[in-house]
């Protein structure tokens, strides 16, 4: 479980993030839906402890994270491959097998070889997706995971999203998702001006 209570962050005099309280639990996906600059992506920023509230709490049980925050960035004079195994190797948890399946499931196992520089954007989004899940996080904070795909990698997101949902925390930030066409979350959370409006 994640709780939030009472969170504020102002940065060079924006307040980002306005009183926020909000609790996220296990085998929920949750929607932050609103305008670009209503908070969403500083709320996942928050959750995942790269920025310090100046007041109120964030409280966790230990979770671990698997994160897309804004655009995912790799090496890209390196493969698909090689970028995955880079950030494997800072916590050792999972074996090259577990990046091969990865690949697999992301569809991009025909271009782990290729540099990441001459992957489309819809690519390097599989890719981003590919490290966020690899080490099977308890929680996912993905910041609009369905940029750029086409069709049917769309579909696959969704598919896998949905799959993963059971025993994790899954927090989706998207600006302009139409959740009534694609029912997958469990609550949506409309953001406005660094506040939860609904």
Do not use: W
Request: aromatic share 6%; net charge negative; proline share 3%.
């Amino acid at each position: 479980m994640i709780k939030l209570e009472n969170v504020s962050k102002q940065l060079k005099k924006n307040l980002v993030l306005n009183d926020v309280s909000m609790t996220f639990e296990k085998g929920n996906i949750y929607l932050l839906s609103g305008h670009n600059g209503s908070g969403k992506t500083m709320l996942l920023r928050m959750i995942c402890g790269l920025i310090k509230p100046d007041k109120g709490s964030v409280k966790t049980d230990g979770e671990s994270f698997g994160v897309i925050i804004e655009s995912p960035a790799f090496v890209l004079h390196e493969t698909g491959r090689e970028n995955l195994r880079f950030l494997a190797r800072i916590r050792n948890e999972i074996q090259m097998s577990e990046i091969e399946s990865v690949l697999e499931t992301v569809n991009l196992l025909d271009m782990a070889d290729k540099k990441v520089k001459t992957y489309s954007l819809g690519m390097k989004q599989r890719l981003g997706l590919a490290q966020a899940i690899m080490e099977n996080p308890d929680v996912l904070l993905l910041d609009e995971p369905f940029n750029a795909l086409d069709d049917e990698h769309f579909q696959l997101a969704l598919q896998l999203i949905q799959e993963m949902k059971q025993d994790k925390i899954i927090i989706i930030a998207a600006h302009g998702f139409d959740y009534q066409k694609y029912p997958i979350f469990d609550q949506v959370v409309s953001m406005s001006d660094g506040r939860i409006v609904d």
